[in-house]
């Protein structure tokens, strides 16, 4: 009687199940069809203001000081994806003190950081796919992300903009005007050592030593770190990284010389730092900053930044998404890091090694006064010269990159045993 | 005797009554609407995005031209994946076995011996609350310059030959699984009567004889439903292999589902991963619930 009873109620379930699924499995494909797009983002000609006021190109207006402190005060918030630093607190009271005092609001400043940006710009276009505003007004990520955007029109101009006349003090290399300019200049994917284990270490190829068995550490598959890094070992094995060809080959080289070297995969630069530190690895492949954040830690005198002979920088830029909720203060805040007293924190209450976190380079002439008295010895150690930066750094033409990453940066999982 | 007519009762005919089970019925759907309600509309609506994601191409399901429909992803995990399924397989399958080999005498100790078990209990749910944090711990534990570090040396043994390990990987899975293996068997083996194993002992039977011919009979369907839902929670391991893995165990799929999903923006070979690890999980949580139910009855 009672299995009679559940077949029966189970049966108008199942009935009640299947109608339901296929009303979700049709709202879900209302839900997945293409919206209409929002039409091109409004392109900034040259700043044209009429007297006393500025125009804010984003906007499509000229404004006076009071309106801006009046749209300051109406926005009243701000969303920052950016990375993880260890000055992430200090980069926001900063910026909410620079408000306060410049425009006179108390807004609230959300400072995102993630170690895998990705995820912004996967909810960035979920929400532009659902027709919702940008939950970011600020991407502060890498150039390669930002390509990646354009190529899904999710990115909006907004330069020139008498909001951001700092922009005049970056070079014209680290900017994509209208839609983004840089605010780090010397950022890439590199090899910190042990200069007295692996004194041998003179280019990444050597990253084959049969000295460093067991004693090296890689970058996880997938993201741009891991994409940097073979884009420097394909400039020194004078492969084309724009074809997937090529960069397979790069790939199965690294696969039969690099990788039997390997202790881990990883992207987490603490456990990096212990590996460094206690000696379980020699050389671990990272950013260019770990070498900076040793040399401060105290911890390790012996931590040397490798330098390629090719460097392909992928810096971080500044950008503003389509549909970014508050557009003038995203304009004030990338004005504001772009500021040679933000880009150099000399007067911030942080110590050297979170300092060294947020300074990533001259991005122009204007800068190079501001390397605070306590690095002027070792800053050239550790950062290029404003000619360095000029000559000796490559250019990445990152739409090539991205049409090809999927492809080698697969094999290169699958030729590691990352899957 | 004058004939008056006699109005007995009928049984399902009496007056009112369709009316009152009609009504207890329709207010036992309205108790029930809004938890069907929130199922619907965050449980199996997710699920229809993620199954209709995994038939399109890499991240188009976001593009503003639209999804390419594509039946690649399910090639791919025929094709190419298959070995991240069996490694998470595996290390779900050590788990559980680690699980069951502690798990079971454990239980038998805590229900039979321990006086103040609920506060056992309450120690031992802990670290259900996260395998990140088990994961992380014993990583710094066992790096170089932990805690472990003088063991190690004493043994001659270098750190980052056991941290980076299958063993490791597997204890930490272990430690977050084990109080589902626990707590079902110790269910179980509460509702046995502690006078059928005086008998035995009385008859003769050694402990291990009565493990083996009165406790494991009558506890089969507890060590069978926490073995199960051990396994299924290992499915989605992904934190252990991560920090504490070589590059094999980091083969599992729920890490490779992360990569190809997040870092990558390859949306719709992350969904299918995902449909592939619900399918299992579903078949899992299937038997693990019978079984359970098993277990209490009996």
């Known amino acids: 009687m009672i299995q009679r009873m559940n077949g029966k109620s189970g049966s108008r379930f199942g009935a009640l199940l299947a109608a339901t699924a296929m009303v979700f499995a049709a709202c879900a494909g209302l839900g997945a069809s293409p919206t209409p797009s929002a039409g091109a983002a409004p392109q900034c000609g040259p700043a044209n203001a009429a007297a006393g006021t500025k125009h804010v190109c984003i906007v499509n207006k000229n404004m006076t000081d009071d309106e801006i402190k009046s749209a300051v005060a109406k926005e009243g918030n701000l969303v920052v994806a950016n990375w993880t630093y260890t000055a992430n607190d200090e980069l926001v009271k900063q910026f909410k003190a620079y408000v306060k005092t410049t425009y006179g609001a108390d807004i609230q400043f959300t400072y995102e950081g993630s170690q895998a940006p990705s995820v912004y710009l996967t909810k960035l276009y979920a929400a532009q796919k659902g027709g919702n505003p940008s939950p970011y007004d600020v991407m502060a990520i890498e150039e390669n992300y930002w390509s990646e955007a354009m190529s899904n029109n999710a990115v909006d101009s907004y330069l020139p903009s008498d909001l951001v006349p700092n922009q005049k003090l970056v070079l014209d290399t680290f900017q994509h005007v209208p839609t983004s300019i840089g605010f780090q200049s010397t950022a890439f994917p590199a090899v910190v050592y042990e200069g007295s284990k692996a004194p041998f270490l003179k280019s990444l190829k050597d990253l084959a030593n049969p000295a460093l068995k067991g004693k090296i550490t890689l970058p996880v598959s997938g993201d741009i770190t891991a994409g940097g890094f073979l884009l420097g070992l394909a400039a020194e094995m004078g492969k084309d990284y724009k074809d997937p060809a090529q960069m397979k080959e790069v790939v199965d080289w690294m696969a039969a010389n690099i990788a039997p070297n390997v202790l881990k995969y990883t992207s987490d630069s603490s456990e990096m730092q212990q590996l460094l530190r206690s000696g379980a690895a020699y050389a671990v492949t990272f950013w260019n900053s770990l070498a900076r954040l040793e040399y401060f830690s105290g911890k390790n005198n012996d931590a040397k930044l490798l330098l390629p002979s090719a460097i392909y920088p992928v810096n971080g830029y500044l950008w503003i998404p389509r549909g970014a909720p508050h557009p003038v203060l995203a304009q004030i805040f990338i004005n504001w890091r772009l500021g040679p007293d933000v880009q150099f924190p000399n007067k911030w209450p942080i110590d050297h090694g979170p300092w060294s976190e947020l300074s990533e380079g001259f991005l122009g002439p204007d800068y190079v006064s501001q390397v605070p008295d306590w690095f002027t010895k070792d800053y050239f150690s550790y950062f290029p010269t404003l000619d360095q930066i000029k000559t000796q750094f490559k250019t990445v033409d990152w739409d090539a990159y991205n049409k090809g990453v999927k492809q080698w940066m697969d094999y290169y999982a699958q030729k590691t045993g990352q899957g | ?298």
Not at chain 2, 58 to 86: D, I, K, Q, V
Not at chain 2, 162 to 176: E, H
Not at chain 2, 192 to 217: K, N, S, Y
Not at chain 2, 262 to 277: C, E, R, S
Request: hydrophobic share 55%; proline share 7%.
């Open chain 2, 1 to 298: 005797m004058t004939g008056q007519p006699l109005s007995l009762p009928i049984p399902g005919v009496a007056p009112g009554t369709a009316r009152r089970e009609r009504r207890r019925a329709l207010t036992g759907l309205a108790m029930l609407l809004p938890a069907i309600v929130v199922s619907l509309l965050f449980l199996y609506y997710p699920l229809v995005f993620i199954v209709q994601m995994s038939f399109t191409l890499a991240n188009t399901f976001l593009s503003p031209a639209g999804p390419t429909a594509t039946l690649e992803n399910y090639g791919a995990m025929l094709n190419r994946y298959l070995p991240n399924l069996g490694v998470t397989i595996q290390l779900a399958g050590l788990a559980t076995l680690v699980d069951l080999v502690f798990g079971i005498p454990f239980a038998y100790i805590l229900v039979r011996k321990v006086r103040y078990r609920d506060i056992v209990r309450a120690f031992m749910v802990f670290p259900m609350f996260g395998a990140l944090y088990i994961a992380f711990g014993m990583r710094f534990i066992l790096l170089p310059g932990g805690p472990a570090t003088p063991l190690f040396e004493l043994f001659n043994i270098p750190n980052t030959a056991v941290l980076y390990s299958l063993p490791s990987v597997v204890f930490a899975m272990s430690i977050f699984t084990f109080p589902f293996m626990v707590m079902n068997v110790g269910t179980a083996l509460s509702n046995v009567d502690p006078t059928l194993e005086e008998a035995a002992a009385c008859l003769g039977a050694r402990p291990w004889q009565t493990f083996v011919r009165i406790l494991l009979p009558l506890t089969r369907a507890g060590i069978v439903a926490g073995a199960l839902m051990v396994f299924g929670w290992s499915l989605g391991t992904f934190a252990e292999p991560l920090l504490l893995g070589s590059v094999n165990e980091q083969k599992t799929l729920a890490w490779t589902l992360y990569l190809k999903g997040v870092v990558q923006t390859d949306y719709g070979l992350a969904t299918t991963m995902g449909v592939v690890l619900l399918a299992f999980a579903f078949v899992v949580t299937y038997f693990s619930l019978r079984y359970s139910r098993g277990a209490l009855i009996e």
